[in-house]
């Protein structure tokens, strides 16, 4: 019988690229001049060699706030158990001064 798999790792990397999106007054986005962009991308690993990634702005996916609470929640956990999980992240936002929304 397999034993259930845990998160083993939770990380962020942030990173620059150039991108020729341009966003107007209304939001929409267009082609435009090259600019360098940043970009954040979170990684969660698992002891059978899965990973998960997800992409985001810097300023939503804050390294810092991965770090000190997400982390800790996150490792150890088997990632199947999204309510749980959910319910102890939920748990760490009251203490994370609002950062952690």
Same mark, same amino acid.
């Given at each position: ?15 620059? !690229? ?21 970009? $954040?991308?979170?990684?969660? $690993? ?8 997800? !992409? ?20 150890? %956990? ?11 992240? $939920?748990?760490? %936002? ?8």
């Amino acid at each position: 019988m397999k034993a259930l798999m845990n998160i083993t790792s939770v990380s962020v990397d942030v990173f620059t !690229f150039p991108s020729r999106r341009a966003v107007d007054s209304a939001g929409h986005a267009h082609p435009g001049e090259e600019k360098p962009v940043r970009m $954040a991308m979170l990684r969660i $690993a698992c002891d059978d060699g899965s990973e998960g990634f997800s !992409f985001g702005p810097p300023e939503l996916i804050r390294p810092h706030i991965i770090e000190s609470f997400v982390k800790k929640v996150l490792v150890g %956990q088997n990632p199947m158990n999204r309510e749980k999980i959910w319910q102890e992240l $939920a748990h760490w %936002q009251r203490g994370s001064a609002s950062q952690f929304t």
